[in-house]
């Protein structure tokens, strides 16, 4: 875990405003996220908020009466910067889940936007969409609370798509927190993977970035995806700053 702490929940804090919940509330110095029927950990879960935050077993079952009344799994979202409930959790038999490391980049100033991304500020392009569902295999509906998620960004957003042979090979969106880009979403078509789309995409969204006045960014990857911490690695995100797991039951 990074020394500087500051930085940390900064990033933390940015993290979540790019990845939103359709629901939220703040319990105990903590953020209850909850999305229907949305599958992602991250927009379901309880999250440390930076300050002072309950402890216990006590606070723990209060919490699990907000699953309980959304009729969804308990689970608990464990940075390292704030993980003070994840050994009691551990004791209650709340199994460890999906690590995943925290990435800095303290300069995005060589990033350059490439001719063959298209980068969309107004609203979610009807491809972005199209590609990001083909990968995930939702349905419908799932599309629409997804839609209506990504629509809860409230700070600056652009969503790059890289185009080959005339359709979309990758993409990924970039959100621009008080002068921090978090690039959240990065897929690329498997079809075409090993010719640096991503890449693409992820640098042309930063030199967007860089345009609108951001100078640093921040992504989060699944620790064990290795081949995707190297891509990041190669563009600058050379500093990890904290990692978190899941407490599911």
């Known amino acids: 875990m990074h020394t500087d702490q500051a930085l940390c929940w900064r990033v933390e804090e940015a993290c979540q405003l790019a990845w939103p919940s359709l629901h939220a509330q703040n319990i105990g110095g903590y953020v209850f996220r909850y999305s229907g029927s949305n599958r992602s950990r991250r927009a379901n879960s309880f999250n440390p908020l930076n300050g002072q ?15 309980e009344h959304f009729q969804m799994r308990s689970c608990f979202r464990m940075p390292e910067i704030g993980a003070e409930l994840d050994d009691v959790l551990a004791a209650k038999g709340y199994a460890r889940e999906a690590e995943t490391i925290t990435l800095y980049a303290s300069d995005v100033s060589h990033f350059t936007q490439a001719s063959d991304v298209e980068i969309s500020t107004e609203k979610t392009p009807e491809s972005w ?10 349905d419908d509906h799932q599309r629409q609370v997804f839609s209506e998620m990504l629509s809860k960004v409230a700070p600056p957003i652009a969503y790059g798509e890289a185009i080959i042979d005339g359709q979309v090979g990758a993409i990924a969106y970039v959100v621009l927190v008080n002068g921090l880009a978090i690039i959240e979403a990065v ?8 010719q640096g789309l991503a890449a693409k995409v992820v640098g042309s969204l930063l030199a967007w970035a860089r345009v609108q006045g951001c100078a640093e ?28 797991h899941y407490r599911t039951k």
């Open 187 to 194: 897929a690329t078509n498997p079809n075409y993977r090993r």
């Open 53 to 67: 935050r309950a402890q216990g077993e006590d606070f723990i079952t209060q919490a699990e009466q907000f699953f």
């Open 217 to 244: 960014a921040a992504l989060q990857v699944v620790a064990e995806n290795e081949p995707a911490t190297n891509l990041y690695a190669k563009l600058g995100f050379s500093t990890e700053l904290y990692r978190y």
């Open 129 to 138: 969409l199209n590609f990001y569902f083909s990968l995930a295999e939702e």
